[in-house]
């Protein structure tokens, strides 16, 4: 008799653990049960993809593609191609081909500058 009694009583525990779990989880009684089993199951995937981020892409005063964050240009193709500074339109130096990378963003290859030397004032080439 107390053998019946601790197995109803375990059994409703057991109930109210799945309800738990279920609420919890978003998964079925069935597939707890399953799962305490030991029965292969997989869980339904409810992790969301992350949202993609929105970068503003404008035309700026020169009427140019500029992301304004960056000052970068953009071609037709979507690529950077120059440094918006004012009027002039400088070449990427390393520094915006590093910012290029953290934006994952194309560029045009023949649009870098070359450093010649260790001022970086020499680096930035004027490009009409």
Known sequence: ?????????????????F???????GLAKSQIRDLF?????????TAKKPEPVKLKISINAYGNYEHPAS???FNKEKKV????????ILLL????????????F??????????????PDDNEELVE
């Open 1 to 17: 008799m107390f053998l019946q009694g601790l197995s109803q009583e375990l059994s409703l525990s057991f109930e109210k653990l």
């Open 19 to 25: 309800e738990r779990v279920a609420s919890e989880t």
């Open 37 to 45: 089993e030991q029965k292969d199951v997989k869980p339904p995937i």
């Open 71 to 73: 000052n970068l240009l």
């Open 81 to 88: 191609f120059g440094k918006q500074i004012g009027d002039q």
């Open 93 to 104: 130096t390393e520094a915006d081909l590093d910012v290029c990378r953290s934006y994952s």
């Open 106 to 119: 194309s560029w045009v290859l023949d649009r870098v500058a070359l450093p010649e030397s260790e001022d």
